[in-house]
């Protein structure tokens, strides 16, 4: 089945050690997202790819970083995790970044800074 | 600004009862409508869409009527199961904007 795969599906991290996560698609689609969500709250795009565009939102700090080395992989890197960034990261894929195009989500890694 | 209003949970229903979860968004424009479900622990799942008024989406008995003239895309079910509690998103995507979603709404389900 076509789908979306982030790994690991938890990952624990220093304050300060920098820790990327990473996702993988087979659906083939020309985008590729990145939200967080913290205790069930709605996710918040931190940034994504078209193709390799990279848009950024305006207030992800910069402490959050993303390389897409080609269609399938794409990998948020977290440079210094503050307490702060623990949270539930999603990656989420859309054939094109129309609004009506659906966003096709992974399982999430949830991360935990000690 | 573009928003989508969500009912606030949680929501709590026994078994076989009927769900309503209402959803209202901005009216710019005809955006598409979504719902999405996240269960304990995992991503969001699509669970059914309309892109146009009046469509109808419907997925595991769950369905959602998009309505222009009071701008509301209100989730149902007829009877819920157990294996339904889980948090609802509503969500909004309209042109080159970003996906807004609604607060999330946290669904129990009580055997």
């Known amino acids: 089945d076509a789908m979306v795969i982030q790994n690991p599906r938890y990952q624990v991290t220093q304050f300060g050690k920098p820790v990327t996560l990473s996702c993988s698609q087979t659906l083939n689609h020309n985008v590729m997202y990145w939200y967080q969500q913290k205790s069930s709250q709605a996710p918040k795009l931190l940034f994504h790819y078209y193709d390799k565009d990279f848009n950024n939102e305006a207030d992800t700090p910069d402490n959050f970083q993303s390389r897409r080395p080609n269609t399938s992989f794409c990998f948020l890197d977290i440079r210094s995790p503050g307490l702060g960034d623990a949270a539930m990261y999603l990656c989420?894929?859309?054939?094109?970044?129309?609004?009506?195009?659906?966003?096709?989500f992974g399982p999430g890694t949830r991360l935990t800074v000690l | 600004g573009n928003s989508v209003t969500q009912m606030e949970g949680p929501v709590t229903l026994s078994e076989e009862a009927f769900l309503t979860i209402n959803c209202t968004y901005t009216?710019?424009?005809?955006?598409?409508l979504f719902w999405y479900v996240q269960y304990p622990g995992e991503g969001l799942q699509l669970l059914l869409k309309a892109t146009k008024a009046d469509d109808k989406g419907s997925n595991k008995g769950f369905e959602a009527t998009y309505r222009k003239e009071t701008t509301s895309f209100h989730l149902e079910k007829g009877s819920v199961q157990v294996s339904d509690s889980a948090v609802y998103f509503c969500?909004?995507?309209?042109?080159?904007?970003?996906?807004?979603f609604g607060t999330g709404t946290r669904l129990t389900i009580i055997p």
């Open positions: 009216a710019t424009g005809y955006p598409s």
């Open positions: 969500a909004r995507g309209f042109g080159n904007e970003k996906l807004t």
């Open positions: 989420a894929t859309s054939r094109n970044d129309r609004g009506k195009d659906t966003q096709y």
